[in-house]
């Protein structure tokens, strides 16, 4: 990548420019914070430096506090973490304490300095300073399989190069009020290099369990996750989501209430509230020997709601707190923003606009005016450029035609986050083949398949794949693991488009190491055509936000 891309050659380690930096940019935080603007004149302009995003770790019951406002180093700059409800005290807190067997808190794989998910750079430097003792590696899902010798690297490759946790899930699948589901087709696994599903005592026969891998979501952002400022979960119908999809994809209404919930919270859709969700969690990835209390669990979540991470800094062209920056950047405009406003047109455009960006700032550096204008080019082509979107289950079969003409703000519709404003579970290919990406299969080629592979076989008398037919191959089945249905093979949940910078890889199987991969994956997936500029200015945006 070129200097000025989105993915900089890996940064040194925090040195004093960088810390100086830390300081100006918190003053300047906690100062906005505070409606204080005159700040920005007396803290002048901040030096450029890199650092990685893994220099400030929160460890089980850490006992510090969480400022209102603090900033993290990452190689593009720093992420923003704003904390809506003030600063908060961790000694205690649920959120920040072991609840469960394994030492783990929700912390723990929601780390402030990667935007409330965690990083593999970050991961990888905690194998290395606690020789794998880190309860991030917990058998349970930070390894393999939990029967593999857990003191050995290779046990967590997964995790180490690519940031996945192991996630069991029953098979056949049950509804939610623990009925078993017919599945429409049959699964069998092909490949298995983690030996999970065939193990003994954790394979899909010994334990009823089939075992994919997937990055933990951001715990932060919220409002926009669940489509509603209420902590229970539920939109009002005076503020019902609208939903593009209309009938194919219906919103799930909400256990209690009745009223629709969004469907967004996991890869699967499988959780329709946070409290399930923080629920499950701690039983399974905390191993909580009993269901956690719901007090607490309604503080973890009455917590995350009031967390807003993006992007703040950038080591090209300093903060994005300062006046005059594009509204969609930083945790504030997220902080002051609403949810449920749908994006894909010209009076609410999903990230507003960068018209600021596209002519010299008076005192910018040549380098800096082209950074700047390299990003709005990049939401151009995200907002604009149109390309042929086909046999995408999910997107094409909801109206719109196949082949359809569309941007990328047609999925990415949600105004401020960029996830789809219906129920957003769509097959692009990420995880099925022919698409999903997959090693060369060559005796010259040392890199061997590190996911699972299973085929999928619809049945005769029930609906397949309108694309990819009755037989399919997945390393992850998706949202089928769920409802049991064909036609949701391979559907994965779309996720927010903030902290990019601080939350590398991506996909929810971590197969685009960096953002340039992430747009080069969309590029050969649709037939796009991206120039070299045009993939470094969409990199470039993306890394902004």
Same mark, same amino acid.
């Given at each position: 990548?070129?200097?000025?891309? +989105?993915?900089?050659?890996?940064?040194?380690?925090?040195?004093?420019?960088?810390?100086? +930096?830390?300081?100006?940019?918190? *003053?300047?935080?906690?100062?906005?914070?505070?409606?204080?603007?005159?700040?920005? +004149?007396?803290?002048?302009?901040?030096? @450029?430096?890199?650092?990685?995003?893994?220099?400030?770790?929160? !460890?089980?019951?850490?006992?510090?506090?969480?400022?209102?406002?603090? +900033?993290?180093?990452?190689?593009?700059?720093?992420?923003?973490?704003?904390?809506?409800?003030?600063?908060?005290?961790?000694?205690?807190?649920?959120?920040?304490?072991?609840?469960?067997?394994?030492?783990?808190?929700?912390?723990?794989?929601?780390?402030?300095?990667?935007?409330?998910?965690?990083?593999?750079?970050?991961?990888? !430097?905690?194998?290395?300073?606690? &020789?794998?003792?880190?309860?991030?590696?917990?058998?349970?899902?930070?390894?393999?399989?939990?029967?593999?010798?857990?003191?050995? $690297?290779?046990?967590?490759?997964?995790?180490?190069?690519?940031?996945?946790?192991?996630?069991?899930?029953?098979?056949?699948?049950?509804?939610?009020?623990?009925?078993?589901?017919?599945?429409?087709?049959?699964?069998?696994?092909?490949?298995?290099?983690?030996?999970?599903?065939?193990?003994?005592?954790?394979?899909?026969?010994?334990?009823?369990?089939? @075992?994919?891998?997937?990055?933990?979501?951001?715990?932060?952002?919220? %409002?926009?996750?669940?489509?509603?400022?209420?902590?229970?979960?539920?939109?009002?119908?005076?503020?019902?989501?609208?939903?593009?999809?209309?009938?194919?994809?219906?919103?799930?209404?909400?256990?209690?209430?009745?009223?629709?919930? @969004?469907?967004?919270?996991?890869?699967?859709?499988?959780?329709?509230?946070?409290?399930? &969700?923080?629920?499950?969690?701690?039983?399974?990835?905390?191993?909580?020997?009993?269901?956690?209390?719901?007090?607490?669990?309604?503080?973890?979540?009455?917590?995350?709601?009031?967390?807003?991470?993006?992007?703040?800094?950038?080591?090209?062209?300093?903060?994005?707190?300062?006046?005059?920056?594009? !509204?969609?950047?930083?945790?504030?405009?997220?902080? $002051?923003?609403?949810?449920?406003?749908?994006?894909?047109?010209?009076?609410?455009?999903?990230?507003?606009?960068?018209?600021?960006?596209?002519?010299?700032?008076?005192?910018?550096?040549?380098?800096?005016?082209?950074?700047?204008?390299?990003?709005?080019?990049?939401?151009?082509?995200?907002?604009?450029?149109?390309?042929?979107?086909?046999?995408?289950?999910?997107?094409?079969?909801?109206?719109?035609?196949?082949?359809?003409?569309?941007?990328?703000?047609?999925?990415?519709?949600? =105004?401020?986050?960029?996830?789809?404003?219906?129920?957003?579970?769509?097959?692009?290919?990420?995880?099925?083949?022919?698409?999903? %990406?997959?090693?060369?299969?060559?005796?010259?080629?040392?890199?061997?398949?590190?996911?699972?592979?299973? %085929?999928?076989?619809?049945?005769?008398?029930?609906? =397949?794949?309108?694309?990819?037919?009755?037989? *399919?191959?997945?390393?992850?089945?998706?949202?089928?693991?769920?409802?049991?249905?064909?036609?949701?093979?391979?559907?994965?949940?779309?996720? =927010?488009?903030?902290?990019?910078?601080?939350?590398?890889?991506?996909?929810?199987?971590?197969?685009?190491?960096?953002?340039?991969?992430?747009?080069?994956?969309?590029?050969?997936?649709?037939?796009?055509?991206? @120039?070299?500029?045009?993939?470094?200015?969409?990199?470039?945006?993306?890394?902004?936000?």
């Amino acid at each position: 990548m070129p200097g000025d891309g +989105a993915d900089p050659q890996p940064a040194q380690r925090l040195g004093p420019r960088a810390r100086v +930096a830390l300081a100006i940019h918190a *003053i300047v935080g906690l100062a906005l914070c505070a409606g204080d603007t005159s700040v920005l +004149a007396r803290a002048g302009e901040e030096p @450029s430096f890199s650092a990685d995003s893994h220099s400030d770790w929160w !460890e089980e019951g850490d006992g510090r506090v969480l400022p209102e406002y603090v +900033a993290y180093p990452n190689r593009a700059g720093m992420v923003g973490l704003y904390n809506k409800a003030g600063v908060t005290e961790t000694r205690g807190h649920p959120f920040f304490e072991p609840i469960g067997s394994n030492g783990r808190a929700c912390v723990t794989c929601h780390q402030p300095a990667n935007g409330m998910s965690v990083s593999v750079d970050s991961i990888q !430097e905690r194998w290395e300073k606690t &020789q794998g003792k880190d309860p991030i590696f917990a058998a349970i899902d930070g390894s393999n399989c939990p029967s593999l010798p857990q003191e050995q $690297r290779a046990s967590h490759s997964l995790l180490l190069e690519r940031g996945l946790f192991r996630i069991a899930l029953p098979w056949p699948p049950k509804a939610r009020d623990g009925s078993a589901i017919e599945p429409d087709f049959e699964l069998e696994v092909v490949r298995d290099p983690t030996g999970c599903n065939t193990d003994a005592r954790y394979g899909i026969r010994a334990s009823g369990e089939v @075992s994919v891998f997937r990055r933990p979501r951001p715990f932060a952002n919220l %409002k926009y996750v669940i489509g509603t400022e209420r902590t229970d979960g539920t939109v009002a119908p005076i503020d019902r989501v609208f939903t593009p999809k209309g009938t194919a994809t219906p919103f799930a209404v909400h256990p209690q209430t009745g009223l629709p919930v @969004s469907m967004q919270i996991m890869a699967d859709a499988r959780h329709l509230t946070l409290q399930s &969700q923080v629920e499950d969690a701690a039983i399974k990835h905390l191993q909580a020997r009993e269901p956690v209390d719901r007090a607490l669990v309604q503080k973890i979540v009455d917590f995350g709601m009031q967390l807003h991470a993006a992007q703040a800094f950038d080591h090209r062209i300093g903060s994005f707190l300062a006046e005059g920056m594009p !509204e969609a950047l930083g945790p504030y405009s997220l902080a $002051r923003n609403r949810p449920n406003v749908l994006g894909d047109n010209w009076d609410n455009p999903v990230f507003f606009d960068f018209d600021k960006w596209r002519v010299p700032a008076p005192g910018d550096t040549p380098e800096q005016t082209a950074f700047r204008q390299s990003v709005a080019r990049g939401y151009d082509l995200f907002f604009l450029r149109p390309f042929y979107i086909r046999d995408a289950m999910h997107i094409n079969t909801t109206g719109i035609g196949n082949p359809s003409k569309r941007a990328c703000a047609t999925c990415h519709n949600m =105004q401020s986050t960029g996830m789809d404003l219906g129920t957003g579970w769509v097959d692009l290919g990420t995880t099925n083949l022919p698409w999903a %990406k997959e090693p060369v299969q060559s005796e010259w080629n040392p890199n061997k398949p590190e996911l699972p592979l299973f %085929k999928i076989t619809c049945k005769e008398d029930r609906p =397949q794949h309108l694309f990819l037919g009755r037989v *399919i191959y997945t390393q992850d089945p998706g949202r089928a693991l769920i409802t049991g249905k064909c036609y949701d093979v391979g559907a994965i949940v779309m996720q =927010q488009f903030r902290a990019l910078s601080a939350r590398a890889p991506y996909f929810s199987n971590g197969s685009a190491r960096t953002l340039r991969e992430l747009v080069d994956f969309y590029d050969r997936r649709f037939n796009i055509g991206y @120039s070299e500029q045009e993939r470094t200015d969409l990199a470039n945006f993306l890394s902004v936000l």
